[in-house]
């Protein structure tokens, strides 16, 4: 972590619960930008094809990637807001919230953009 935060020159905050294989931390850059760095635990996720993802959709539907360290499996990205089980919406109202937004970010297979199904 401290390669990384003197590469992004971040100030670590909290650490966020509910990952399973990646540690996630809130961060604040030195331009004062809130951000979120995930680190991949040793021997688990490669990061890899999630940064290709975020650099495909460019923050629509998704938080924004600002950073990508391969070699250190970690990814730095904008920091949402809470989440949305804590904003005061019914059941409902979160699952329509939740299709607008994968609706939003929906991207077809393609030679465009290298993606292609994994069965």
Request: hydrophobic share 40%; glycine share 10%; proline share 2%.
């Amino acid at each position: 972590m401290e390669h990384l935060e003197k590469l992004w020159s971040l100030r670590f905050g909290e650490v966020l619960t509910g990952g399973s294989e990646s540690l996630v931390v809130e961060a604040v850059r030195k331009d004062g930008t809130k951000t979120v760095l995930k680190i991949a635990l040793s021997g688990s996720a490669d990061l890899t094809m999630e940064a290709r993802v975020y650099q495909l959709v460019k923050g629509r539907g998704y938080a924004y990637l600002i950073e990508h360290d391969e070699p250190h499996n970690s990814l730095l990205l904008e920091r949402l807001g809470s989440p949305l089980a804590k904003k005061g919406f019914s059941v409902g109202e979160q699952i329509a919230k939740i299709c607008t937004t994968l609706n939003d970010a929906w991207i077809l297979l393609g030679s465009s953009n290298s993606l292609t199904a994994v069965l």
